[in-house]
């Protein structure tokens, strides 16, 4: 390392030396200190002017853009003089360019591994619940991970109240009073009356096509009778479950991000991050030590 440094300022020496002995004959100030304005803007134009790493840095479907914009924040930063100063900025980019890279990357290897939880052979929401069984598990375990606190509390806001509405039109048909069924009707939500609605009309259409019925095929009829049955057999254990899923989707999230992990592949990532941190920090060391070698020549203490 210090024999780098040391090379790296002999190079700096012998590009800086030309313009020094002009500015002292002509009666000048020594070159410019770290923080001169002027400085910082001709540094900061020729440093991306000049970005010759960025061909080989950024890829074909990176925003080149994008990367000009953080060489120019770093170039503001340091205010690099000469090419090697300016190489080693580019260095750092480079570093950081990667290490973006690497975030990416990491995100990747999250949602492979969540698209593997969320197959529909994956036992992932039944080992989260253990004896709760929801339908549409994959769905479920989108939900659970992409829910936000605030939602998944709205949400079980509604799905009681839809709940309850249809445990108040069971007890009015359970009371079996003259207008029960239009009152129970009345007493339902939207969506459950929708549904209840459907499953009449397959019924009919079922009936009237004449052909034959599977016996242990559920069919309800339009009546008191009927959507009793159906509140007690299909209505009320869905809104069950599905509060149970609800209150559990902290369970669900955990499991899913838990199964997503993928030790061996992240491990690789991580490897390769230690590396360009320890590249930075080399990177970084380099400059900064060249700068100050830089700040004490041009003012007499070299």
Known sequence: MKKDIVDLCGVIAETERPTDTAQTAAGTTPPRRRGSRAGYKRSRFNAVRHA???????????????????????????????????????EIVGI??????LRLAEAA???????????PFSDTLSTALIQVECSGPLQQIVDAVTATPSGTA????????????????????????AGAYEAALAELDES???SWQEEVDEG???????????????????DASGLAEYLERSVLPFYAQQLRYLDNRPLIRTQVL?????????????????????????????????????????????
Not at 154 to 177: C, D, G, P, Y
Not at 267 to 294: A, I, N, P
């Open 52 to 90: 010759v790493l960025s061909v080989h840095t950024v890829l074909p479907w990176e925003d080149e853009a994008e990367y000009l914009s953080l060489l120019g924040a770093l170039v503001e930063e340091y205010a690099p003089q000469g090419p090697t100063e300016v190489h080693l900025v580019e």
């Open 96 to 101: 950081i360019w990667r290490k973006r890279r």
């Open 109 to 119: 290897s999250y949602q492979r591994g969540l698209k593997a939880t969320a197959h």
């Open 154 to 177: 709205k949400h079980l806001i509604e799905l009681k109240r839809r709940e309850a509405s249809a445990q108040k039109a069971l007890e009015i048909l359970t009371e079996e009073k």
């Open 192 to 194: 459950t009356l929708t």
């Open 204 to 222: 009919i259409e079922d009936f009237d096509e004449g052909e034959d019925v599977d016996v242990d095929a559920t069919s309800y009829t339009a």
């Open 258 to 302: 838990g199964e997503a992990f993928d030790p061996g592949n992240l491990e690789r990532l991580s490897r390769y991050e230690v590396h360009l941190d320890r590249k930075l920090e080399r990177m970084l060391t380099m400059l900064l030590r060249l700068q100050g070698l830089r700040d004490r020549k041009s003012q007499g203490m070299g």
